[in-house]
Nanobody
Framework: QVQVAESGGGLVQPGGSLRLSCAAS????????VGWYRQAPGKERELVAR???????DYTDSMKGRCTISRDNAKKTVDLQMNSLKPEDTAVYYC?????????WGKGTLVTVSS
């Protein structure tokens, strides 16, 4: 059974930093593309960053230069380091593991950017 779990969310002030972590189990992690998505209230879920099997990463324009995604295949984890956070970054952040066209989602972790 595949399980995906996010951690690291919380309340942070504008301009602050936060590191999210995604842990997976029950899956051939080395073959997985992992993406971090977010969904703000009243908005659709959107991609924040994604890292492929080869470690190549891509980012949504609004987060370029403000976040870094990294993976550790031995630990089966993918971290998302976010800096210079803004109130508009407030959302539930979800981790997605995609393997052979099948998506596995975590339950999400809430990030609130507010003073």
């Amino acid at each position: 059974q595949v399980q995906v779990a996010e951690s690291g969310g919380g309340l942070v002030q504008p301009g602050g930093s936060l590191r999210l972590s995604c842990a997976a189990s029950g899956i051939f992690f080395s073959f997985v593309t992992v993406g971090w998505y977010r969904q703000a209230p009243g908005k659709e879920r959107e991609l924040v960053a994604r890292v492929g099997r080869d470690g190549r990463a891509d980012y949504t324009d609004s987060m370029k230069g403000r976040c870094t995604i990294s993976r550790d295949n031995a630990k089966k984890t993918v971290d998302l380091q976010m800096n210079s956070l803004k109130p508009e970054d407030t959302a539930v952040y979800y981790c997605n593991n995609r393997l052979s066209g099948v998506d596995y989602w975590g339950k999400g972790t809430l990030v609130t950017v507010s003073s």
